[in-house]
């Protein structure tokens, strides 16, 4: 099992940062995908961003290319979500998820989920 604790969420003005982080812990050594999900009320759950977890490749949602980064640092077992420009409709709870198995974008795909952090932008 993998553990995943989400942190750096809260309440940011429009053209704002944030920069959320996700701790892994118990048999991180399964993990070959990691990323960045979201979920606004009444919507789906909807990809943001998922890296590799050897760095060697990452995807964007279209929406956020230029003003999210992912990256992740394996010292700290930690992946990041430098959010920059923050905009309204990226409003949503945040979740971090995980997978032992090659990167894909469906949300259905990933095993080991976090509990969640709320990004609020207000305009």
């Known amino acids: 099992q993998v553990q995943l604790v989400e942190s750096g969420g809260g309440l940011v003005q429009t053209g704002g940062s944030l920069r959320l982080s996700c701790a892994a812990s118990?048999?991180?050594?399964?993990?070959?995908?990691a990323g960045w999900f979201r979920q606004a009320p009444g919507k789906v759950r909807e990809f943001v961003a998922v890296l590799k977890w050897n760095g060697t490749s990452t995807l964007y949602r279209d929406s956020v290319k230029g003003r999210f980064t992912i990256s992740r640092d394996n010292a700290k077992n930690t992946v990041y979500l430098q959010m920059n420009n923050l905009k309204p409709e990226d409003t949503a709870v945040y979740y971090c998820a995980a997978r032992p198995r090659t990167l894909v974008i469906s949300p259905e795909l990933y095993d080991y989920w976090g509990q969640g952090t709320q990004v609020t932008v207000s305009s």
């Open positions: 118990g048999r991180i050594f399964s993990i070959q995908t």
